[in-house]
């Protein structure tokens, strides 16, 4: 079982930065490919970013590259999503997603992932 925690959410205004991370407990991530979703109210969650096991591989959705950036860092058991350049379109509960998988390929479909985080706020102001 894997129990993933985010953090870094919060209010902002538009333009600004934020840097959300995801970190486990009781479990390595080096083992799995990792995805960032978001989810605005009365939608549906989506893809934002994803990353394979040893980071060699990201894929941002459209809409979010050029601002966002995805990272892992195995040896400190995290995976990073910098958002830069933030919009209210960014609006959402975030959430950190892990697939216990080898493959070099970015997952970036929902159910590919088995273990998901109760999720981090972010809240982009005009």
Do not use: H
């Not at 910098?82 to 080898?102: F, G, H, I, N």
Request: net charge positive; charged share 20%.
């Amino acid at each position: 079982q894997v129990q993933l925690v985010e953090s870094g959410g919060g209010l902002v205004q538009t333009g600004a930065s934020l840097r959300l991370s995801c970190t486990a407990s009781g479990r390595t991530l080096s083992s799995f490919r990792m995805g960032w979703f978001r989810q605005a109210p009365g939608k549906e969650r989506k893809f934002v970013a994803g990353i394979n096991w040893s980071g060699s591989s990201t894929y941002l959705e459209d809409s979010v590259k050029g601002r966002f950036t995805i990272s892992r860092d195995n040896a400190r058991n995290t995976v990073d999503l910098q958002m830069d350049s933030l919009k209210p379109e960014d609006t959402a509960v975030y959430y950190c997603a892990a697939d216990r998988s080898w493959s070099a390929v970015v997952a970036i479909n929902a159910n590919q992932y088995a273990y998901w985080g109760q999720g981090t706020q972010v809240t982009v102001s005009s």
